[in-house]
């Protein structure tokens, strides 16, 4: 049996307190690391979850911070150090959703919001946290990406554009850091069954689709995060993994 261990290291969820981040503390937490649990607006959620991953025994905070605004996001970054340490892990996770319509209906407001909190987040995130895994020689840097990336549906544009924008400069920043140690990776959930999410038996107009017959668990999508965060992805960098049943299919 393989172990993956990451007590000793350090751990920065953004959208920590939501469906899926709750899942991605929690499973780090499982492993061993410490945990600073990014949230905007819940901060009853986020102490709840506080406190029951520090019945773990590892060692958790919460921090407030807003992912569109750099000076938040540097705030956030000197407390988790002065608190914790200086981080080896970042997930980046929060995103802010808007309506959907199509892109001649679709707001310019829309287009913005969907680039601050897909593309400004994670360059906020690498740059503050970043410089110090370069200079540790160790890091993992993990975006939440989705499968609308690459289905392109209708009424989707404002938040595909905004998580394509994330992609590319998260294979860009894989090739600028690697030679450090530090990997830059994706994972590309499906429409995921979490806490707050239906039921399986609702879904059939989207499980049908896959070639998994099923909708994915917000678990599952933890587990991916898990792998990559772990000394078990060491040479896996500037890659898109959808965690979506087949549904969609990345081709060479």
Request: charged share 20%; net charge negative.
């Amino acid at each position: 049996m393989i172990p993956i261990d990451l007590s000793q290291k350090i751990a920065v969820i953004t959208g920590g307190s939501g469906a899926l981040g709750r899942v991605m503390v929690r499973t780090l937490a499982e492993a061993g690391a410490d945990i600073a649990i990014c949230y905007y607006r819940d901060a009853k959620g986020a102490q709840g979850l506080q406190d029951e991953i520090s019945a773990k025994g590892v060692r958790a905070i919460t921090v407030q911070a807003d992912v569109t605004d750099q000076n938040s996001i540097n705030t956030m970054r000197d407390v988790v150090s002065e608190e914790l340490g200086a981080a080896d892990i970042i997930v980046n996770n929060a995103v802010i959703q808007y309506s959907w319509t199509s892109v001649l209906e679709q707001s310019p407001e829309a287009y913005e919001s969907q680039f601050q909190s897909c593309v400004l987040h994670n360059v906020y995130m690498v740059q503050a946290f970043v410089p110090a895994m370069v200079e540790a020689g160790w890091g993992r840097v993990i975006g939440i990406n989705t499968e609308c990336s690459m289905q392109n549906f209708a009424s989707q544009s404002a938040y595909t554009s905004g998580k394509r924008g994330m992609d590319g400069v998260l294979r860009v920043l894989a090739k600028e850091i690697g030679e450090h140690g530090v990997t830059v990776n994706q994972v590309a959930p499906g429409w995921t069954i979490s806490e707050k999410s239906a039921s399986r038996e609702s879904d059939e107009h989207y499980w049908r689709k896959v070639p998994m017959q099923r909708r994915g668990t917000a678990q599952e999508i933890a587990n991916a995060v898990l792998f990559l965060a772990s000394d078990l992805a060491s040479y896996i960098t500037g890659v898109y993994i959808p965690v979506c049943g087949g549904n969609v299919m990345p081709a060479i």
